[in-house]
Every structure is written in C-alpha cells, then in structure tokens.
C-alpha cells in the first residue's frame, strides 16, 4: 500500500465472499485482489461498506475480513479504506481502533441511521468519537442518505471539519446531488478533500464537476473500462468519454429493471471474475438463475469502443 499517497481513481467497493452455508470466505480474497489488479485495472478497495453486507456482518467478521484484505493487499493495492461505521458507537469506535492497528489505509464512516443525528452538529459529534479513536489514520465520511435518511448536506459538513476532525481527508459521496456535491468542491479547493463519488451511472457528470475519482461496486466488474473512460476524459476526449458512460448505463439500466442490488452484484463478479462471491446474507435473498443468464448475456453483448 501506498501512504500518504492521495485517494483517487477508482476505488472497488467489494463484496465479501461467502460460502454456501453464509459463512465469511476469507480464502478467496487472495484471488480477488490478483484480479482487480490484473483484470480490472483497480488498486483501491473500500471493505465492508453497503456493498459488502458491513452492516450485516458481526464485529469479528469484520475484523477477520479487514485484516485479509490489508494483508493480501500489502504489495498490491495502493489503498484498503475500511468502513468501520455501525449503530453503535463503541462498535463503531472498537473496528477503528482495530483498523488502525492492522494497517489500513484510511477509514470511513456512515452516519447512524436507527437513531439518527438531525443536524450537522449531531453528525459531526458522531463521526468525531470514531475518528479519535485511530488518531494517524486518514477518515472519509460516507454519505449515502437514499440508505441512511440522514440528508443532512455535505456542504454543511464540510464547514470548519478539520478543525474538529484534524484526520478527514474527504467524502464518498453516494447521492445524486451534483449541486452539493459541487458546492463541496469549489468551497473546500484549498484543503485537498478526495471527493469520491458514488452511483457509477453519472460518475461522468461528477468528474465533469471536480470529482477526484469514485467508489462503486461497478468497478468489480467494469473497472477496465470505466479507466479507460476516465483516461478519455482526461485527454480531453468527451465524446469517447461519453460512449463509455453511456454503455455502463445501458447495462445498469438493463439489471435495474431486473431487479439489482447486492446480491446480483455478487452473481455479476462471479461470472465475470471466475471467483466464488457465494450468496448474500439474509434478509437479502441470492441471484436467480433467469437474472444470472440474462445479465450475462446483455454484458457480452455490449461493443465497447476499445473493440473488446
């Protein structure tokens, strides 16, 4: 892993393995790691996040599966961000410390959403109680409020952060709001924040905007050719930039209307990676073999315009 070395490009939002039987599969995440590097072109990883069933996953098991990745990722990967939210905060605070001791990159934080902070300053007190808990360790909130209902606005956060989180270092933004999003952005130039965005289908509105890069699940699976979108858009090249966009939103809108969440990831990197990702957790149900074909199937068909 790479320290100090600024969070940007795409960062992988992983699953986490699992056997048959609903038990963690530590095993396979060796193989997971060769494959992002190698395949997909992807040396940041964000772990037991909304992606991976974080919230789904015991205390230990979370553990078990931060420690793999940092150890597997060590010569490889450039950043293990480790999402140590929880609605608990001594939980919360336990899997920072924890993070902090194994080596992680940097940790990040969803807001509670049981009992949920109302104001900025509600917000802030929270995430500040974790972050002093791994006090040389780089923080991100993660802001995701279509799962959390906590809407309070980034640009508000952001104001005067550092002052009570001298570790933030930036934001998965997973919202829609491009209007907070670039607010974040043109307030915040002078304290090089990473902002990271969240719902790959308009990661090129958000790069358009000032967005350092992104983490999403898509970059599992897509990761090689949403970086060549991203070199294209760095030419500047945006009429190819767009192609690329446009035919990652076209498989997305085609698995929505499936019907799409984690467990259908997990079914779309299997077929893709080779490697096992195994079944969901409940209440989340497994992919069914009709969605399984038919996603396949629409992935083949797309004609990329690198030709592959």
């Known amino acids: 892993m790479t320290p100090g070395k600024k969070l940007e490009g795409l960062v992988a939002a992983t699953v986490t393995p699992m056997t048959p039987d609903g038990q963690i599969n530590l095993s396979?995440?060796?193989?997971?790691?060769?494959?992002?590097?190698?395949e997909q072109n992807v040396k940041n990883v964000f772990v037991n996040g909304t992606t991976g069933e974080g919230l789904s996953l015991n205390i230990q098991e979370r553990k078990q599966l931060a420690e793999e990745w940092v150890c597997q990722g060590k010569e490889k990967l450039d950043h293990?961000?480790?999402?140590?939210?929880?609605?608990?905060?001594?939980?919360?605070?336990?899997?920072?410390r924890h993070a902090a001791a194994i080596g992680a990159s940097g940790i990040a934080v969803i807001a509670p959403f049981f009992f949920?902070?109302?104001n900025k300053d509600e917000l802030t007190a929270f995430l500040q109680k974790v972050a002093s808990e791994a006090p040389a360790v780089p923080f991100y909130y993660y802001h995701i409020p279509s799962l959390t209902g906590v809407k309070i606005r980034v640009e508000e956060l952001l104001g005067g952060i550092k002052e009570q989180i001298p570790t933030f270092q930036g934001v998965k933004f997973s919202d829609t709001d491009l209007l907070d999003l670039a607010q974040c952005i043109n307030k915040n130039e002078r304290e090089q924040?990473?902002?990271?965005?969240?719902?790959?289908e308009q990661?090129?509105?958000a790069l358009a905007i000032g967005a350092d890069g992104a983490v999403g699940s898509t970059y599992n699976y897509l990761g090689q050719k949403t970086n060549l979108m991203l070199q294209a858009f760095a030419k500047p090249d945006l009429a190819l930039a767009r192609k690329y966009q446009f035919l990652t939103g076209e498989f997305l809108n085609f698995v929505i209307k499936l019907g799409f969440g984690v467990a259908q990831t997990k079914a779309v990197i299997t077929f893709v990676s080779g490697i096992?990702?195994?079944?969901?957790?409940?209440?989340?149900?497994?992919?069914?073999?009709?969605?399984?074909?038919?996603?396949?199937?629409?992935?083949?068909s797309i004609v990329w315009p690198d030709g592959d």
């Open 28 to 38: 396979v995440i060796r193989k997971y790691v060769d494959y992002l590097v190698s």
């Open 276 to 300: 096992p990702m195994g079944p969901p957790r409940l209440p989340l149900v497994d992919a069914s073999e009709e969605f399984i074909v038919k996603a396949k199937a629409k992935l083949d």
């Open 193 to 200: 924040f990473a902002f990271l965005y969240g719902v790959d």
């Open 80 to 96: 293990v961000i480790i999402h140590v939210g929880a609605l608990s905060l001594p939980e919360s605070q336990e899997l920072a």
């Open 203 to 205: 990661l090129l509105s």
């Open 116 to 118: 949920k902070p109302t």
